[in-house]
C-alpha cells in the first residue's frame, strides 16, 4: 500500500463546476496536511495547509479532514479554465516535518 | 517561489560527471529539502537538513550528497552521474508559523539530464 494515495485522473469537469480531489494516507502519526497546485513545467506552489479534522475555506478552496478515515480532501467552487493543473497531497508530521507527496491528481476545466 | 532560488535552472551532464546543485533561501527557514519529481512517481525526497549543521536521508539518497554550508544554502551533488538521475530537481524550505504549524515551499527547480 502506498503511503498516500491519489487518483491520477485525469478528472475532468466543466467550468463553473465543483472538484472535488481526494487522498488517503496511510501514516496515522501525520499532523499537519498540505494540498499543492502544480502546473506543467512549474514548482509545487501551496494552496492550503489544514492541521485540524473538519472543513478549511480559503476563497474558492474548501480542504476538508477526517484523521479517523485517514481521509483528506480538497473542494474547489466555481472552477475556472486555469485551475487546470495537477493537484498534489501532502501529510507531514514528527520532529523534522517531513512531507509525504502523493502522485497528483490531474485536474482539467473544460471551458 | 517565496524566496527560494535553485541554480542552475538546465543541465546536461555525460554519465560519470560530477555537478553540484545550489539551493539559497533568504527567509530564515531552519529546514531545507531536496527532492526529485519523476512522471509518475511524484516528488521523492533525497535529503533533507531539520537545522544548520545536520543532514538526513530521504526516501532516495543513494548517487547523491548534500551540504548545509550555511542557515541560508543547502546544495545536492552528484558526484558520478547517471542516466537513471535524469531529473527534475527541486529544492524547498519549512517556516514554522506557530507551535506545530509549519508551510513547505519549493523553488523553481533545476531540470538535469544525464545522457
Known amino acids: 500500500q502506498k503511503e498516500v494515495e491519489q487518483n491520477s485522473g485525469p478528472l475532468s469537469v466543466p467550468e463553473g463546476a465543483i472538484a472535488s480531489l481526494n487522498c488517503t494516507y496511510s501514516d496515522r502519526v501525520s499532523q499537519s496536511f498540505f494540498w499543492y497546485r502544480q502546473y506543467s513545467g512549474k514548482s509545487p506552489e501551496l494552496i492550503m495547509s489544514?492541521?485540524?479534522?473538519g472543513d478549511k475555506e480559503d476563497g474558492r478552496f474548501t480542504a476538508q479532514l477526517n484523521k479517523a478515515s485517514q481521509y483528506v480532501s480538497l473542494l474547489i467552487r466555481d472552477s475556472q479554465p486555469s485551475d487546470s493543473a495537477t493537484y498534489l497531497c501532502?501529510?507531514?508530521?514528527?520532529?523534522?516535518?517531513?512531507?509525504?507527496f502523493g502522485t497528483g491528481t490531474l485536474l482539467a476545466v473544460q471551458p | 517561489n517565496a524566496g527560494v532560488t535553485q541554480t542552475p535552472k538546465f543541465q546536461v551532464l555525460k554519465t560519470g560527471q560530477s555537478m553540484t546543485l545550489q539551493c539559497a533561501q533568504d527567509m530564515n527557514h531552519n529546514s531545507m529539502y531536496w527532492y526529485r519529481q519523476d512522471p509518475g512517481m511524484g516528488l521523492r525526497l533525497i535529503y533533507y537538513s531539520a537545522s544548520e549543521g545536520t543532514t538526513d536521508k530521504g526516501e532516495v539518497p543513494n548517487g547523491y550528497n548534500v551540504s548545509r554550508l550555511n542557515k541560508r544554502e543547502f546544495s545536492l551533488r552528484l558526484e558520478s552521474a547517471a542516466p537513471s538521475q535524469t531529473s527534475v530537481y527541486f529544492c524547498a524550505s519549512i517556516i514554522t508559523l506557530s507551535g506545530r504549524t509549519y508551510e513547505q515551499y519549493f523553488g523553481p527547480g533545476t531540470r538535469l539530464t544525464v545522457t
Open positions: 489544514i492541521y485540524s479534522n
Open positions: 501532502a501529510p507531514g508530521g514528527g520532529a523534522t516535518n517531513k512531507l509525504i
